[in-house]
């Protein structure tokens, strides 16, 4: 064996878009040849994903169906001044689902579990020497140059918890704010799994990076004790820290994930800037190249560029929301934007998770409390940067 092997298409990190793209290649295009290098073990991600099925268009359905572990008719938001069931579908897929799902639809040789050392427009040097040649590569390796763009961080400690007894609990509860606020918009989120096992996360808003997971976990703990859950045993834990997207500039950012390389994911600024959601992005993407005609280099490179700057450009609502809970709410009180947006209509709620706001939503959205100042909400309506 020389060290190097051949492809038409090298996709770098098998996390959620990665693995998207190269489930939806592999239905799509079973012609090409496909490498999915990942470092860890598992593909998808690793981590419960969860999402409301409004998120995905339906034509692009059958790119998450085969993942899907759980789909509950609605969900629950809590805040202490308001508590409310949405009456949408919520879907859940978990890691080792997922990871399964994934390696059913793949061929045996597409799954490369390698660190990546070095990557260009069709090369890539894996760190135990073997390099792969491909028409195009795809990074989908997870965020580039945060630094370059106004960021802020959603912080996540999540823990699946098998109980003595059942909980009772029938839907997701997606937001609980109804807790102590600390180190920005806290809140928890539970999602109920089979009668006695329940997914429950301590999550942050914050301005800060760093995370504390045992305050993470003491959160869980006492949210436990609060509901009276007696755990028998923590059958998973998952953390990580994703960015929200204030400001900044798309091309720098671009470039900063590797030049002439095309990109997919966090990589790509393709998440929900005012909640760091990454699911619905991640399907559109993967949909778009499955249909794409020419999936070598320069031109992969250019239609990815231009797939992610369009989003980019008209994303500047959201990222005013994002500044709203960042910048202009109290810290304690960030949770009340929240708190405020559950209140208005299922279908505007809908499209701004989906990211399909309309102009009148938008106007709803700003225009209650708190407040922002109106040259900027001038700007958000318009679609335009700061
Ligand atoms: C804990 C947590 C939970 C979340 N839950 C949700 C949710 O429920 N719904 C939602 O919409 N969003 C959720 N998000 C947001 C979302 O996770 C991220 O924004 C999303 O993972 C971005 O997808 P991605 O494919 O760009 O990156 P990732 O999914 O992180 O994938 C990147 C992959 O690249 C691999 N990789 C990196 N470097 C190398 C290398 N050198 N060599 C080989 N492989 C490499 C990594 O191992 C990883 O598997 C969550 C975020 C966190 C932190």
Same mark, same amino acid.
């Given at each position: 064996m020389d060290g190097s092997m051949r492809c038409d298409l090298a996709i770098l990190g098998g996390g959620l878009a990665g693995g998207l793209i190269a489930h939806a290649l592999s239905v799509r295009r079973p012609d090409l040849s496909l490498r999915l290098i990942?470092?860890?073990? @598992?593909? #998808? %991600?690793g981590r419960v994903w969860a999402f409301p099925a409004?998120?995905?268009?339906p034509e692009h359905r059958w790119i998450v169906e085969p993942f899907l572990s759980r789909t509950w008719n609605g969900y629950d938001v809590v805040f202490p001044a308001h508590r409310r069931s949405l009456g949408v579908r919520y879907h859940a897929v978990r890691p080792a689902e997922h990871d399964a799902g994934l390696r059913r639809v793949?061929?045996?040789?597409?799954p490369v579990h390698a660190r990546i050392a070095r990557a260009s427009a069709t090369r890539v040097v894996l760190a135990n020497g073997r390099t792969i040649d491909a028409a195009g590569v795809i990074d989908a390796r997870g965020p580039g140059d945060l630094g370059l763009l106004d960021v802020r961080w959603r912080k996540y400690l999540g823990r699946e918890l098998l109980l003595d !007894?059942?909980? #009772?609990?029938?839907?997701?509860? @997606?937001? *609980? &704010? =109804?807790t102590p606020q600390q180190d920005g918009c806290h809140f928890m989120q539970v999602l109920p799994?089979? !009668? !006695?096992r329940l997914f429950v996360a301590a999550c942050y808003f914050s301005d $800060? $990076?760093? &995370?504390d997971a045992h305050q993470m976990r003491r959160r869980i703990d006492d949210y436990a004790d609060q509901n009276g859950w007696r755990v028998g045993e923590m059958t998973a834990e998952e953390a990580g820290v994703t960015p929200m997207l204030? *400001? #900044?500039? +798309?091309d720098g950012y671009w470039e900063s994930g590797g030049e002439h390389a095309a990109k997919a994911g966090a990589r790509a600024?393709?998440? /929900?800037? =005012?909640? %760091? &959601? =990454?699911v619905a992005d991640a399907v559109r993407l993967a949909a778009y190249v499955a249909e794409l005609p020419d999936l070598a280099g320069p031109a992969l490179h250019e239609a990815l560029r231009v797939h992610a700057a369009r989003a980019w450009g008209e994303r500047s609502f959201y990222r005013m929301v994002a500044k709203m809970l +960042? /910048?202009?709410?109290?810290d304690d009180a960030r949770y009340r934007l929240f708190e405020r947006l559950y209140r208005l209509p299922p279908k505007l709620i809908d499209r701004f998770n989906a990211m399909q706001s309309t102009p009148a939503d938008k106007l709803r959205i700003l225009a209650g409390r708190p407040s922002l100042p109106l040259s900027q909400t001038f700007r958000a309506l318009m679609g335009s940067e700061r």
């Open positions: 990942e470092a860890q073990p @598992v593909l #998808g %991600g409004n998120d995905i268009e793949l061929t045996p040789e597409t !007894r059942p909980h #009772g609990i029938a839907m997701p509860i @997606v937001m *609980d &704010a =109804a799994l089979d !009668r !006695r $800060r $990076r760093l &995370a204030l *400001d #900044g500039g +798309f600024a393709l998440l /929900h800037p =005012a909640t %760091g &959601a =990454a +960042f /910048h202009i709410a109290d």
